[in-house]
């Protein structure tokens, strides 16, 4: 009996003749339906392909008795019951990429748009004139040009800007040397760096803690008089009131936007009156080649999925099956260690991670390629938009990122479900490990030479100090201060009178400058927060 899939959203052309073209599936393409039609017919199809269009609620994945897998021709995946689809074994695939370029070409489209003029020129000769007085623009060449974030598009940003001969800087501490040599930017070795240098600044980051607001009144003031300010990436990168107040100053020459704080852009936003700021519809990934590609990406892996079993596109994969239960915590304990090792890097100026290694006590090395994917993750959170991350892309991720992901030699962790993760950045390395017990919550139980116990949840302060008496009570006293509740403090030190390590994880996210609240203190030498981010 062929296998049926359903096509609807206008899930562009390509990728519906590729599913056709496999003589084992029967292809139905609808428009969208409403919903009550959808709910009457889902229970005939193996899989279903949309776009945003069509919701797939918890109804309508417990009608489908016959669904394996949902395909979405794009990113988000707000419009799929996740949670349900998991329990119910039903793998969602997603197309992540696929929209760099459109968004890297509409980068020089708005910006040479900006630059000549050209929406007053064309809208002027619309209106039956010819008025060349106030068009005189300005190039690009020989401009500096400033990229936040050298991913996928800030590469293909990069590339282009080249070509046009500008002078090509990035700020990213996360990517290494390498990336930057083969794409001959310039590395900027910290935001104000990239700010005093560059022209022309674009942000092309996931809008993450460190991202929020990045962009904002200090940094501004910091650009050339005249800088241009894009952001094609997520709302909030950049801050409105700040970003404003500069164009009303006149610091600013002028900005392009495709993304706001709240889409749809609704009424009389302020940013509506200035002329010199491109405002667009959120149109980054509008083109009709970028919805080819996500169609063709979706649909290869909903092919794969349904002919070869191949759930390594799905989102939802790893979790879905017996195991996850007993896993679970183990892949929660692996991601988290990592994050520890991580911001105990970046605490050191090391973030550039060259290498991730796990080793596993005896009873977890079956599941050792699952843990290592968790660890990856765990690198990544904050570095990478959270919803492009999961168990079953992080090692795809991290290789793309040129981490090299690997098991350790030389025996087994020091339990059977113990789980150690090391990180390399440069010169430095950190070891982190734990225990994932099966009657009780994961554990960590050693960072870098310490042994310590302490559940890896909410957010964790990493502190080193001399050990000596009284250490322990100022540091009580000043999160106490801060109103900061502690839910375990434990310490840790190598030798009487030596260097000691505390790790004391707390209710909630901690208050702003608790580090430097803590490195204030007599004796505390270091201080590192690690915010836990998604579930394994
Ligand atoms: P990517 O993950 O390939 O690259 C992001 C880069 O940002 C990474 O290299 C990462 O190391 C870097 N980074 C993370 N945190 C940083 C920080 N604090 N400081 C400096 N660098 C940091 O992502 P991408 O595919 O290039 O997408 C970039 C952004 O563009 C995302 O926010 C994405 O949502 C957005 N986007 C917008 C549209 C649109 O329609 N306008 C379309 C696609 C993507």
């Not at 495709?258 to 010199?276: A, I, M, W």
């Not at 959120?282 to 083109?287: D, E, F």
């Given at each position: 009996m062929a296998l049926r899939i359903l096509v609807t959203d206008e899930v562009d052309r390509d990728g519906v003749e590729l599913l056709r073209a496999v003589p084992e599936f029967a292809v139905d393409e609808v428009p969208t339906l409403p919903a009550a039609e959808l709910l009457e017919r889902i229970d005939q199809y193996d899989a279903i392909v949309g776009r945003s269009a069509t919701k797939v609620t918890e109804a309508l994945l417990r009608r489908a008795r016959r669904l394996k897998v949902v395909g979405r021709a794009g990113v988000g995946v707000d419009n799929v019951a996740m949670e349900v689809a998991t329990e119910l074994g039903i793998a969602v695939i997603n197309a992540p990429a696929g929209n760099t370029v459109a968004v890297a070409e509409l980068f020089f489209g708005s910006v040479l748009s900006l630059l000549r003029h050209l929406t007053r020129a064309d809208v002027s000769m619309h209106d039956g004139r010819w008025e060349r007085a106030d068009l005189l623009g300005t190039e690009l060449r020989g401009k500096s040009l400033g990229i936040v974030g050298l991913g996928r598009i800030g590469g293909e940003v990069s590339h282009r800007a080249l070509a046009f001969g500008m002078d090509v800087h990035a700020y990213d501490p996360y990517v290494s040397e390498e990336r930057f040599a083969a794409l001959r930017v310039k590395r900027a070795p910290t935001l104000d760096a990239l700010l005093d240098a560059a022209q022309f600044l674009t942000v092309h980051v996931p809008l993450t803690d460190e991202t929020t607001g990045m962009i904002g009144a200090d940094a501004l003031r910091r650009l050339r008089a005249g800088a241009v300010v894009v952001n094609m990436a997520r709302g909030g990168i950049v801050d409105d009131d700040a970003l404003r107040a500069a164009l009303d100053r006149g610091h600013i020459g002028g900005a392009v936007l495709?993304?706001?704080?709240?889409?749809?852009?609704?009424?009389?936003?302020?940013?509506?009156?200035?002329?010199?700021v491109v405002l667009l519809p959120?149109?980054?990934?509008?083109?009709a080649e970028a919805q080819r590609n996500v169609a063709l990406d979706a649909c290869e892996a909903v092919r794969d999925a349904l002919l070869n079993g191949d759930l390594s596109r799905s989102l939802n994969g790893a979790l879905a099956g017996e195991d996850s239960a007993t896993l679970a915590p183990a892949l929660l304990l692996a991601r988290r260690a990592a994050a520890v090792a991580r911001a105990l890097l970046a605490g050191r100026g090391a973030t550039a991670i060259d290498s991730v290694t796990i080793k596993t006590g005896e009873d977890l090395t079956s599941s050792a390629g699952a843990l290592l994917a968790a660890a990856a993750a765990g690198t990544l959170e904050g570095v990478v938009e959270a919803e492009r991350l999961n168990l079953i892309n992080a090692r795809s991720l991290a290789t793309a990122r040129g981490l090299v992901l690997a098991h350790g030699e030389g025996g087994f962790a020091p339990h059977s479900r113990a789980i150690e993760v090391r990180l390399v950045a440069g010169a430095h390395s950190m070891r982190v490990g734990g225990v994932a017990a099966l009657d009780m919550p994961p554990r960590l139980t050693r960072i870098g030479d310490f042994h310590v116990d302490v559940a890896p949840r909410g957010s964790l302060l990493v502190l080193t100090n001399h050990d000596v008496p009284g250490v322990i009570g100022r540091v009580g006293t000043a999160l106490a201060d801060a109103g900061v509740n502690i839910a375990e403090y434990h310490q840790a030190r190598l030798a009487a009178g030596g260097e000691a390590l505390a790790v004391v994880t707390i209710d909630g996210a901690p208050p702003a400058h608790v580090c430097e609240t803590l490195t204030a203190l007599r004796d505390v030498r270091s201080a590192t927060v690690v915010k836990f981010g998604g579930d394994a």
């Open positions: 495709d993304v706001y704080l709240k889409e749809p852009l609704t009424g009389e936003h302020p940013f509506r009156s200035y002329s010199n959120h149109i980054g990934a509008s083109s």
